[in-house]
């Protein structure tokens, strides 16, 4: 029997799945902090329902299937259907509606660097509000929660979806929507491709050259969110308010390491205004760690267009690779080493004291001599309690940093509150 998985899927190792639970509990500790209400979408959704953001060409990309009832469901491919589902169809939830999830979905995508077909992703929504302070809130958020997770080397980038456009129609005098809509793909492709591809597709598709090159200029527009601004200002755009808004809330917040973006217009069917991106800083090889922006457009979709919706997701995966390079902060386990078997129990005994204490510890189950015990701790503990019979004698026990490859003496009296001193000093 061949025991290999589906192509896009993998297992998560310890390792990996640590990682994974350290990102999960740092969500939801940072969500409790900013007041987001935490919930799980249902994982199977009618197909009908998944084609509301998408259109039916998300068919392609989806898990679905024809249920036993014959109904035509579908896997999740991300979590903000189910949650706009849920809030359109509970009309008495009191607004703004702010919730979080973090949770798993599947995308039949080709599988990449950092992308598989099976993956997690961390998401916040505000619904109701059409107020950009809502943007400036799921912002404000991801900064928090990537920066508690260790990575402070991270660049926010913003765009207006209504400013691109209204360069479009306004300056280029493009009116034909597949036209402004090949256009607005022309400009996000500019992080994936270089200009000359992108001008000859765009000749393919009938669009002249001076457009294009008009357009990828204007796409090309980065930076100091001041100088910015006053650069769309010489270009004559007027729909620059929210945008200001924004960028000043940020500022007001403490909210660092943004700039404008008019190249960042995400999701072309799906977005209706301000959108912004975040990736590691020189690490743009492993994608955007998370991206959002406004999407009225979906809750109108689902017959409730007096709401509003906004959000950002983080995918878990990219974190992961993010932080694989970085020394992280792990949480350290002890070992419970015992010299006989006369001492085993004796050491069973220590490491229950130390559980209930909530000191995280591991103890020899396989009865191995101490050299054993000691290769095979030495390979994930960095502190390992040696119970012998000499020192237990004395009311004491040996402490060896492996690290360090340093020895310390216990008291059996002082045990507890000793281990928790020095695990807080690795």
Known sequence: MELSLPRGMRDFGPSEYEALENIRSKFVEVARIFGFRLMEPSPIEMLQTLEAKSGVGIRNEVYNFEDKGGREVGLRFDLTVGLTRYVVSNRGLPQPVKLGVFSDMWRYDEPQYGRFRWFYQWDVEIFGTKSVEAEAEVIEFAWVLLNKLGLHEISIEIGDRRIVEEFIRMKLGVSNDKEITNLLRSVDKLQKKNV????SENIQNGT???????????????GNP?????????????????????TD???DKGVKSFEVNMGIVRGLDYYNGLVFEIFEKDKRNIGALAGGGRYDILPSVFGRNDIGAVGIAGGVERTILALSNKDKETNPILFVAYTSEKMSRIAAKISSRLRLAGIPTDLEVSGRSLKKQFEYASKFAPLILVVGPQDYDKNEITLRNMKEGSETKITL????VSIKKIMQDL
């Open 226 to 246: 001041d100088e910015v601004l006053s650069l769309l200002s010489k270009y004559g755009i007027t729909n620059l308010g929210d945008l200001t808004r924004f």
């Open 208 to 222: 002249d050259v001076d457009t294009v090159k008009k357009m990828l200029e204007f796409g090309s527009i980065k």
């Open 196 to 199: 000359n591809e992108i001008i």
């Open 249 to 251: 809330l940020l500022n």
């Open 413 to 416: 009296d002082k045990l507890e």
